[in-house]
Structure formats: C-alpha cells, structure tokens
C-alpha cells in the first residue's frame, strides 16, 4: 500500500494548477485521486470512476467530469461506447492510469473494459503517466 501511495503523491505532485487530468481506474488511481485532492487546487479532473470521483469531489476547487456509460457495479466505474466517445471530446494535460502489470511488450489490464478506457485516455492528454508497482 505504501508504494502505491507514494506513486500517488508523486502524480499528484506533478499537476499544475490550470490543468486538466484524465484518471483511469483502479486501486493506484484511487491512492492517486485522494492525493491529488488533498493537495490540487484550480484543476479540472475527468474521470469513469465513480469512488474516485467522489474522492476528488472532496476538494470543492477541482472542477470534476464524471464520465458516462453502462455501469459495472462491482467495480463502479462506466464504460463501454458512451464512455468512449465522451473521451474524446475532452483533451488533457495529463493522463493517470493504471496496469495489472508490465513487460516487456508494454502494459497489461486483467479488465478489459477497463483497458478500453485507459487506452482512449492516452490517445487525449500531452502526457501520460502509468501508475504501477510491483
């Protein structure tokens, strides 16, 4: 739990007020949207994640985008077409996701809906940043 929280701290730290993040889903990005809004402010934040958009809500001076789609409620997150589409209508400073793993021929989600998500946002923001551990 540790390193996923200092992985947090770091993403969070690198957000600049005026900018605008995408966050994927996933229990990093959670440790990673209660960093950012402890210590964000003057941000805009886009993300599917119902827990993590609730997390961000907790600070009033970030402007937050849930997106739409069918809902998985176990993970509670949206996802599929509309989830999609919404995507890519908002462009980004930064994306923040997540992986199940990393290898040598890149980075690997056990969910696939949730992969489909992540792979529209890296394809918006100026820069992305993947959040794993080992």
Do not use: K
């Amino acid at each position: 739990m540790w390193r996923r929280d200092r992985i947090a701290a770091l993403m969070a730290s690198r957000i600049a007020r005026n900018e605008v993040v995408m966050i994927g889903s996933g229990a990093t990005a959670w440790h990673t949207a209660r960093h950012i809004a402890a210590t964000c402010s003057a941000i805009t934040a886009i993300t599917n994640d119902h827990t993590l958009a609730a997390a961000l809500c907790e600070n009033s001076a970030i402007q937050m985008i849930c997106l739409g789609g069918r809902p998985l409620p176990a993970e509670r997150y949206v996802y599929r077409p509309q989830t999609l589409v919404e995507l890519g209508s908002y462009r980004a400073n930064w994306a923040s996701i997540g992986a199940s793993g990393i290898d040598a021929a890149g980075a690997h989600d056990i969910d696939d809906q949730a992969a489909g998500a992540h792979r529209a946002m890296i394809r918006q923001p100026d820069q992305t940043a993947l959040l794993v551990d080992h």
